[in-house]
């Protein structure tokens, strides 16, 4: 049985201590082991523990009255309780951040493979480097030859690994982004945004979390700074911080798992938790933004990237390389290297294919499964002009360089290739590119 309070005015009727205020809360309270039913086949009772034997839920609607998507998906929080303890997460539906409550809908590929719901295959690097892999709602291959699973788990250890799903949003549930150009809105349709290839990092041994299970997300990890208060889209009369990017931590390690969101130095998106990105700002409240890659503005756009946007998702041509010299990297959970590098080099038909390697495994090392794979992706690209005249103005382009120890070089400086692409007029935006 769930409860809803849709709106909680002064008071919260409901117990005392850390469930006073909160947005829900597991079990219902009653006597303990209250005898719900007796019968010659054996007595029924409920618990008042939060365990197999209690039952129920709470949710409140503690941030205003209710909406539909946020009790689902508070609702969905709480049963999880019963699932996974007493753990949060900044992934999956253990997530407690504001916005809808959890961060996914569809659970994270953590949280299924924890509960064994989907088939998940282990990646043996000793013996083989290339692996398939479906989308994660299984509906669109339970037919193929060979039946491709839906979680690949690679491991460090016997009890550290990354969990990777790709989720191409085949079933409407299947949200992940709830930031961006949702805006917390989990039907909201978003195209390709939010599709593609999730990993997750946990230390962990039996049902419950041992701790924070952490996303790698592929816009990577950084050090944030301040930048004063602006109004976000769904208000005039409020304000709330500007967190951005600032600069790449000088050794990239695991995000901080002691602290879980408002963390701002080495952290993602998630865990910095900003609500604003670069870009366009919304012309009116209850508009959205537009990001800078279509924008030349350089405003705030209320991209609520704390919640997921489309930047987290590993996908080919964008970042597709998570290794010991990506940002974020493959490092195990003490922050050693572990000599593994997860390449997504295609889609076809719906399936990811991956390669996965392992420096000391299947006749590689460090340089042979370099020159085997891309370099990871640049950080921070950003586009600026500069003016070197009146009538003269050059597009500057800056990034920070990657870390791969096999680029070639000039003396000392790595180098880069860079395509431009023209057209012999203004009437038709160019395609393809010029070499140089
Ligand atoms: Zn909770």
Redesign the pocket.
Known sequence: MGIFVRHLFSNDFIGSGPELGAA?FVPLHGPNDYLMYAGAGGNVRMGADRNKYGSGFFVKGNLGPLGYNRSLCIAI??YG?YLFGNN?STSGI?T?NGGLSINDMFMSGYEKYKLGLLDTLTADYSTTNSFSMRDISGRNGSSQTPDFPQILKVPITSTDFFIIESRRKISDWDVYMLGDTSRNDPFHLTGDYGKGLYIFHSNSIGILYAGNVDIECADGLWSWGDFGYENPDWTNADTVPVKLRTSLPSIVNNDAASVFFNNYSNADGISAGPWFSIGKKHVSVGQTGTDRIYTNLSEYWTSRERFGDRWDAWNVGYNEIFSPYSNPNTKDVNNDTTGIYIYYHNLANGIAQLKVYRAGFNGYNDSSILASTPPSRPMGLTLDYYVETENITHPMITWNHNKEPDMLRADTRKKYRIWRATYTNMNYVPVGYLSN
Do not use: I, K, L, V
Request: net charge negative.
């Open positions: 829900g929080h709480e309780h949060h253990m407690s």
